[in-house]
């Protein structure tokens, strides 16, 4: 599976939207880009993933570029709960390994 | 509603001895449950691949006969620390692939602290 590369931290205003870039540039056409995000001493927690096209729910939206080498999640309206560190992961299907990398700890202060 | 429990949620225990951690799926069969483990400030490893009615897969530098993973039930994957040191103390966390092949549901960890 590709790897991914992600800044280490981002803080974020509570009420404004949270942007986390991720870098895939050696993504292959049948990998997916999935987030997950792990609140402090909690189990890592499903997000969103896509493919090819920008993807939204209830929790957050993912865009990803038309060369697929990069995605950003965007957090509409961050808040407090949302503090948590956010990985980006890049595979086949959810029922690969899950490789986890340093991902990105969003810290949302009031 | 949590999909994924574990049990227990921390455990202390003396050097030396074993310990067994439970993952179970709630209202649906995991015939494959992964166990991860993750140490203060650091990012989770996988340890190995669970799979129902067979050996577990490890990865590599995971040592098989320490970490005992037993895969009997469609709804239940245990791992044995066995003769547990102080660096084996950490956070171990199960998974699960959803049925729908979307996305995979965790357990909520289980802190282990050998002193």
């Known amino acids: 599976d590709a790897k991914t590369t992600q800044p280490p931290s981002m803080d974020c205003a509570e009420g404004r939207a949270a942007n986390l870039p991720c870098n895939h540039s050696?993504?292959?056409?049948?990998?997916?880009v999935y987030w997950y995000r792990q609140i402090h001493s909690q189990g890592p927690q499903y997000i969103i993933h896509?493919?090819?096209n920008n993807e939204t729910n209830e929790m957050a939206s993912l865009i990803i570029t038309e060369d697929r080498k990069s995605s950003t999640l965007i957090l509409p309206h961050a808040t407090l709960r949302d503090t948590a560190v956010y990985y980006c992961?890049?595979?086949?299907?959810?029922?690969?390994?899950?490789?986890f990398g340093a991902g990105t700890q969003v810290v949302v202060t009031p | 509603g949590a999909v994924v429990s574990q049990h227990p949620s921390w455990v202390i225990c003396k050097s030396g001895t074993s310990v067994k951690i439970e993952c179970r799926s709630l209202?649906?069969?995991?015939?494959?449950m992964f166990w991860y483990r993750q140490f203060p400030k650091q990012s989770l490893m996988l340890m190995a691949t669970s799979n129902e009615g067979s050996k577990a897969t490890y990865e590599q530098g995971v040592e098989k006969d320490k970490f005992l993973i037993n895969h009997a039930s469609l709804t239940l994957s245990t791992l044995t620390v066995t003769s547990a040191h102080p660096e084996d103390s950490s956070f171990y966390i199960c998974s699960t692939p959803a049925g729908d092949r979307e996305t995979q549901y965790f357990g909520p960890g289980t802190r282990l602290l050998v002193l």
């Open positions: 896509g493919l090819k």
């Open positions: 992961i890049v595979l086949t299907d959810s029922w690969g390994k899950l490789q």
């Open positions: 209202d649906f069969q995991a015939t494959t």
């Open positions: 050696t993504i292959s056409g049948n990998e997916y």
